[in-house]
């Protein structure tokens, strides 16, 4: 196994750890790994990073059952309109984008760079959120279903487009739309990432082949790391957490920025 294989792995490991310390973050950093590190095309590697970060967690999400921290109320009303959304997304609209969306003399913009392009300017978006917020039990109130129903379809929308379980979307909505205090928002989000992430990952496998040797390695070291993660969690505080993580996706926003527009 090669340096760059290691890294890989090394870098499958953080995706794990922040899904089970903050409940979201694994396809901000899933995508850039497969397409920066490892030369995976944007589009089957945001299809990649689905399955990844759906079935890591998945597993958190099962663990956190026994603790009671799921609301599968919320996970019904959240999860299926983002579920079906999510599919509908990859199997149809994804297919539907031509290779080369415009062209001019000095500038081609490719599906391959609008993708990558909206993933970043989302990730800069959920850094902000992730750093100016300030979530926490106290913030409980009235649900309203019709306004989760939508935060589902927005969310499920975002993850069909850019490969992104929508975490940083996912649990600020449970906590100010649903009322849900935050230990339970984390653990209703990974079940919720889980569903909408296997959902659109089924709605790419019906359109080409998976690499099944790379991709079930690489998603069962992003396992082990949910599992450190978790037991990290009991010891950080999660307000700093979050910040320190937002000011990281900022720079890895910035970075993908610069690299599809200005380094190649």
Do not use: C
């Not at 890294?7 to 950093?29: D, P, Q």
């Amino acid at each position: 196994m090669d340096l760059l294989a290691i890294s890989g792995y090394f870098f499958a490991l953080l995706v794990g750890i922040s899904l089970g310390l903050v409940g979201s973050g694994g396809s901000i950093l899933t995508v850039p790994i497969l397409v920066y590190l490892l030369g995976f095309d944007a589009i089957t590697a945001t299809g990649y990073s689905l399955f990844v970060v759906g079935l890591t967690a998945l597993v958190g999400g099962i663990r956190n059952i026994s603790k009671g921290n799921i609301n599968f109320n919320i996970v019904f009303l959240f999860g299926i309109p983002s579920l079906i959304t999510v599919y509908l997304v990859r199997a149809l609209l994804i297919p539907l984008i031509p290779h080369v969306i415009m062209e001019t003399k000095h500038f081609i913009i490719t599906k391959e760079l609008l993708l990558m392009l909206t993933f970043a300017i989302i990730m800069l978006l959920a850094a902000t959120k992730m750093i100016r917020s300030n979530i926490n039990d106290a913030a409980a109130r009235k649900i309203s279903k019709l306004k989760i129903i939508i935060s589902g379809i927005i969310t499920g929308f975002l993850a069909g487009a850019v490969g992104a379980g929508g975490g940083f979307l996912i649990i600020p909505a449970l906590v100010f739309l649903a009322g849900l205090p935050m230990k339970k928002a984390v653990g209703t989000s990974l079940f919720i990432i889980a569903i909408q992430s296997l959902a659109g990952f089924a709605g790419d496998g019906f359109q080409k082949s998976i690499d099944w040797s790379f991709l079930l390695p690489f998603t069962l070291t992003a396992i082990t790391g949910i599992f450190i993660g978790i037991l990290l969690s009991r010891k950080i505080e999660g307000e700093k957490l979050k910040k320190g993580f937002g000011y990281f996706i900022v720079l890895m926003g910035a970075y993908i920025i610069s690299k599809e527009l200005f380094i190649k």
